[in-house]
């Protein structure tokens, strides 16, 4: 006999939307949130949302040219790239990618670094190098919070994303870097260090001739924007000529004690079991390593309600991480009858998440469509929320000139942005619910694909040209 369900299937469900609804009230007073949060982290060290000052003081405009060695850690899988500027927008590029353990993301940080150089000097056995200088030159994406003192030097705040080497907080990253390519005698030296919202900005600007705004919506979520120096307050730099700096605002950390944002049962549940609890709480609200963890929390809960599966549930299901973010883009692709043997909901639940095929009713797989479209929503509008506020900071709501309105380059790079179905459209949704149409239409979302290998080669090369004109920025 069938189990009697706690609470209708009908209950359940709305209990869940209206926990993770973001009606407009709360839509607003998140961006008033952000802008007194953006205000703090640039006139204060160490804040929740840091936003980083990145030394970077001038974004590309397509005519760069050059070979340059990029390095990339922070999203899923270590990368190698030799990036070759053409000088007309475009590039050339080999890459490759290897694969990061888990003890190596949590062991000691001498142990990462020397597989980074190890893996370096794999690719180029491999692939040799275009380049014909001496010194190869290694623009350095490192995609965690880093308070950055100059374009090649950094040191590590904390970790995010489940990397957890203990001892790396405090220490200089490219210091820590170049000390283990040294050690293994590879010619190779790394001048630049970018996160990776930066690197888009600067890809995004080096392919659009320009660019303002840049966002990652993959394993992690962050933007990056060009900020004024002088509303840069931590920044103690003598009076120059430099007039703008690329912020990495870390937004991942936004409201991180929680006064605005509007957390459920999932989210806590979530939070407590991750590898850094209380930190980055908007990140996990909205990044590809957490929402199919946070959806799997809502599905637990609804098959202890005995609402969905007749109350069956399966190891898979029960185990943390278990349901990735790449299945609810799949679900949420699904077009098939709920009853239909070849809907991809039915196929991950039965076939991947092996729930018992007879316990899958047709009703389960809508309700499961459900609740993926109800946490995915939830993060597209989190996400206008990040974006919304960005504008505002750079006072770009509406077009600020006499001429033609060129609207606002924004480059965007990450799994979730690329393949979640209706990402961008949610997402705009919020920014015309936040700002209006006309500035909703102004926002020209570009995807900064490979952003960043090619950002870390623009970061070479401009720090290159500025250590050539003896113009260092620290
Ligand atoms: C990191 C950021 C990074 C973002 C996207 C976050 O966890 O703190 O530095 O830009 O992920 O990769």
């Known amino acids: 006999m069938p189990a009697v369900p706690l609470v209708t299937r009908e209950d359940a469900l709305r209990k869940i939307e209206e926990q993770f609804q973001l009606d407009l009230p709360m839509l607003k007073s998140l961006s008033q949130r952000f802008q007194e949060l953006y205000d703090y982290g640039l006139a204060n060290h160490g804040a929740d949302m840091q936003m980083i000052p990145s030394f970077v003081t001038g974004v590309p405009n397509g005519s760069e040219k050059g070979t340059y060695l990029a390095l990339d850690l922070g999203g899923t899988n270590l990368r190698v790239c030799e990036v070759t500027l053409d000088g007309k927008g475009g590039f050339t590029m080999k890459q490759e990618k290897y694969k990061v353990s888990d003890a190596l993301k949590q062991g000691p940080a001498r142990n990462l670094f020397d597989y980074m150089a190890q893996s370096v000097d794999t690719f180029l056995t491999d692939f040799g190098t275009a380049s014909t200088d001496d010194e190869l030159l290694l623009g350095f994406t490192f995609s965690f919070p880093v308070e950055q003192t100059a374009l090649a030097r950094g040191h590590l705040i904390h970790w995010t994303k489940g990397f957890n080497c203990p001892d790396a907080p405090g220490k200089d990253v490219v210091g820590l870097l170049q000390e283990s390519l040294d050690r293994k005698h590879i010619k190779v030296r790394c001048n630049a260090l970018v996160n990776d919202t930066v690197g888009a900005l600067l890809a995004h600007a080096y392919h659009s001739n320009g660019a303002l705004i840049s966002a990652i919506f993959g394993t992690g979520t962050n933007g990056a924007y060009i900020e004024d120096i002088s509303k840069i307050k931590k920044l103690k730099m003598a009076e120059g000529s430099i007039k703008h700096m690329v912020v990495n605002t870390e937004w991942g950390g936004f409201d991180d004690d929680r006064k605005a944002l509007p957390v459920t049962v999932f989210d806590n549940r979530l939070d407590r079991e991750s590898i850094r609890p209380r930190n980055h709480v908007f990140e996990k609200m909205i990044s590809g390593m957490y929402l199919g963890e946070l959806t799997r929390h809502v599905l637990v809960h609804l098959i202890d309600s005995l609402v969905l599966f007749d109350g069956f549930s399966s190891v898979v299901m029960n185990t943390q991480n278990g349901f990735d973010t790449a299945y609810m883009s799949a679900i949420e692709a699904d077009k098939e009858e ?76 990450g799994s979730v942005i690329e393949f979640y179905p209706h990402f961008e459209e949610r997402m705009r949704e919020g920014l015309r619910d936040l700002l209006g149409e006309d500035a909703e239409r102004r926002v020209k979302i570009g995807l900064a694909k490979d952003g960043s290998g090619v950002g870390a080669a623009l970061g070479a090369l401009q720090a290159a040209k500025q250590e050539a004109s003896g113009h260092r920025v620290e």
């Open 338 to 413: 709920a009853s239909s043997p070849q809907s991809a909901t039915r196929k991950v639940l039965v076939e991947t998440m092996q729930i018992p095929a007879d316990k899958v009713s047709a009703e389960d797989v809508d309700t499961v469509r459900r609740v993926c479209k109800i946490v995915g929503t939830r993060a597209a509008r989190l996400s206008s929320v990040a974006i919304a506020a960005t504008l505002v900071q750079t006072n770009n709501v509406q077009s600020r000139g006499d001429g033609p309105d060129e609207g606002v380059k924004v480059g965007m790079d």
